[in-house]
């Protein structure tokens, strides 16, 4: 089966540095995604990574390490704006599809 | 790039009655659709994949008689919810993947409240 775990909830300041990380047991692995979701809005793409190492991107870097199913998020600089639902996503071969973590939800405070 | 659209963004109905949402690619060709549903405080969870010109794959636990998927264009896929109950009331959400493409485009949403 699979499995997906993220922490639930964080907090972090205005300006400072965050990092959500993600944790992935599956089979048929074909990527890691992460979108971010505001309230009552559809997800947005962030970031793929499929080999290890680190993709940045701006303001935002995920990094991923396969052998240890491990995934993170980097968020520098952050801004009010930044607060929002993070989605840790596993792309699977089968079909294309892809397998949500339950989500963080990060609060950015000023 | 990668739009997708869905049609429509809210809508009420009654019990017992069938609702239809749309869902398009407007730039691009998208072989591929998926349908989500998403629990208030909850993450996305996958319904089923539909490929164009043939018939949807559900997840396990998802009813396809009741969930009827019809992607019968490149850039045009439908659920209908048939006789829906309140149970039934969330946010359905579909995406669109291109062709030989790893990421999915979301669309914005249909927010679904049965009375």
């Known amino acids: 089966g699979q499995n997906i775990d993220q922490p639930t909830e964080m907090t972090a300041t205005e300006g400072a540095i965050v990092q959500i990380n993600c944790t992935y047991q599956?089979?048929?692995?074909?990527?890691l995604f992460w979108y971010q979701q505001h309230a009552g809005e559809a997800p947005t793409f962030l970031s793929y990574?499929?080999?290890?190492g680190l993709e940045e991107k701006g303001r935002f870097s995920s990094f991923l390490s396969r052998s240890k199913g491990y995934s993170y998020l980097l968020l520098k600089e952050l801004q009010m704006k930044d607060s929002a639902s993070y989605l840790c996503?596993?792309?699977?071969?089968?079909?294309?599809?892809?397998?949500f973590g339950q989500g963080t939800e990060l609060s950015v405070k000023p | 790039g990668a739009v997708v659209s869905q049609h429509p963004s809210r809508v009420i109905c009654k019990s017992g009655t069938s609702v239809k949402i749309e869902c398009r690619s407007l730039?691009?060709?998208?072989?591929?659709m998926f349908w989500y549903r998403q629990f208030p405080k909850q993450s996305l969870m996958l319904m089923a994949t539909?490929?164009?010109?043939?018939?949807?794959?559900?997840e396990q636990g998802v009813e396809k008689d009741k969930f009827l998927i019809n992607h019968a264009s490149l850039t045009l896929s439908t659920l209908t919810v048939t006789s829906a109950h309140p149970e039934d009331s969330s946010f359905y959400i579909c995406?669109?993947?291109?062709?030989?493409?790893?990421?999915?485009?979301f669309g914005p949403g249909t927010r679904l409240t049965v009375t």
């Open positions: 996503a596993v792309g699977l071969r089968q079909g294309g599809k892809l397998i």
């Open positions: 599956t089979s048929g692995f074909n990527g």
């Open positions: 990574n499929v080999l290890d």
């Open positions: 539909s490929n164009e010109g043939s018939k949807a794959t559900y």
């Open positions: 995406s669109a993947r291109a062709t030989l493409a790893h990421e999915q485009y």
């Open positions: 730039d691009f060709q998208a072989t591929t």
